[in-house]
């Protein structure tokens, strides 16, 4: 059974710090990874994709992918209060199309 | 970015009825698509995944003769509800990835069925 798990929400930051989502995988194959934010009563829309080992950065967020520790992250520097929304980590193996997504994490940014 | 749309947005209707929700990749072509359902404050829950001009693969437990998948073409695919029941109610979403990619997974804006 491939599971994905993120740390339990509900996260809190102030508007300005930095929030750090954390995400594990089971499946070792795990090739593809990426961040969706969903709003509340929307559908999630991509926010970042990841594939090789180390950071990618998109404007405020960076995600950070260690394989060998099963694990990514989502950091979201000077966060703002539009920033609060679920994050959902999804995971794809190297084969097939199926996509396993995370609970999520609720972050709420306070002004 | 890749654009998928739903229709309709919003629907409700009597028990026992059967409801059609369309979904399309309108600025690319779609290889597969994929049907979820999401209840409040809870996570997706992958239906069925749905590949042009085959059958669909649904997950464990979803009904294939109540939810009926269709995939038409590479930019369309159909989801009925067929015999709705006030348990169907929940929020269906679909989502497509781009033929040739095998990455990244594009969302329409779901579609809140409601049975009464």
């Known amino acids: 059974q491939k599971e994905v798990e993120q740390n339990s929400g509900p996260l809190s930051v102030p508007e300005g710090a930095i929030a750090s989502l954390n995400c594990t995988y089971s499946?070792?194959?795990?090739?593809?990874f990426f961040w969706y934010r969903q709003y509340s009563g929307k559908s999630p829309e991509l926010i970042m994709s990841?594939?090789?080992?180390g950071d990618k950065e998109d404007g405020r967020f960076t995600a950070q992918l260690n394989k060998a520790s099963q694990y990514v992250s989502l950091l979201i520097r000077d966060s703002q209060p539009s920033d609060s929304a679920t994050y959902l980590c999804?995971?794809?193996?190297?084969?097939?199309?199926?996509?396993?997504f995370g609970p999520g994490t609720r972050l709420s940014v306070l002004p | 970015g890749a654009v998928v749309s739903q229709h309709p947005s919003r629907v409700i209707c009597k028990s026992g009825t059967s409801v059609k929700i369309e979904c399309r990749s309108l600025?690319?072509?779609?290889?597969?698509m994929f049907w979820y359902r999401q209840f409040p404050k809870k996570s997706l829950m992958l239906m069925a995944t749905?590949?042009?001009?085959?059958?669909?693969?649904?997950e464990q437990g979803v009904e294939k003769d109540k939810f009926l998948i269709n995939h038409a073409s590479l930019t369309l695919s159909t989801l009925t509800v067929t015999s709705a029941h006030p348990e169907d109610s929940s929020f269906y979403i679909c989502?497509?990835?781009?033929?040739?990619?095998?990455?990244?997974?594009?969302f329409g804006p779901g579609t809140r069925l409601t049975v009464l």
């Open positions: 600025d690319f072509q779609a290889t597969t």
């Open positions: 999804a995971v794809k193996g190297n084969y097939g199309q199926n996509f396993v």
């Open positions: 499946d070792r194959v795990s090739q593809s």
């Open positions: 990841i594939y090789s080992n």
């Open positions: 749905s590949n042009e001009g085959s059958k669909a693969t649904y």
């Open positions: 989502s497509a990835i781009e033929f040739g990619s095998y990455n990244e997974q594009f």
